[in-house]
């Protein structure tokens, strides 16, 4: 079974800096693009950053110049590092890998995997 799993939230003071990690497992073929979600207490989840098989990358409006996502193709690993930290950055950060290609049995299969979810509060 694939799994996508987070690490490296936690509490942080405005400011300051986190990096997030997620490894993708399981018998998988190709991961076209990797990306991080967000999802604020009360508030709808929102695309935080995305890289694709090619480092194309793309940033929410709201991190540019302060997040940079990376990835490792090697390890099915990818990475958020999160400076200058604000407190309307708390929230749940959530790993996706869009389109994902696994084996199962003795056929390939493409779908969505999310991670379970880190949470990074942003506070004094």
């Known amino acids: 079974q694939v799994q996508l799993v987070e690490s490296g939230g936690g509490l942080v003071q405005p400011g300051g800096s986190l990096r997030l990690s997620c490894t993708a497992s399981?018998?998988?073929?190709?991961?076209?693009?990797m990306a991080w979600y967000r999802q604020p207490p009360g508030k709808q989840r929102e695309l935080v950053a995305k890289?694709?098989?090619?480092?194309?990358?793309n940033y929410a409006d709201s991190v540019k110049g302060r997040f940079t996502i990376s990835r490792d193709s090697a390890e099915n690993t990818v990475y958020l590092q999160m400076n200058s930290l604000k407190p309307e950055d708390t929230a749940v950060y959530y790993c996706?890998?869009?389109?994902?290609?696994?084996?199962?049995?003795?056929?390939?299969?493409?779908?969505?995997?999310w991670g379970q979810g880190t949470l990074v509060n942003v506070s004094s």
């Open positions: 996706n890998a869009p389109g994902l290609t696994y084996r199962r049995g003795v056929h390939y299969d493409t779908d969505d995997f």
């Open positions: 890289v694709w098989h090619d480092d194309n990358t």
């Open positions: 399981g018998d998988i073929f190709r991961i076209n693009a």
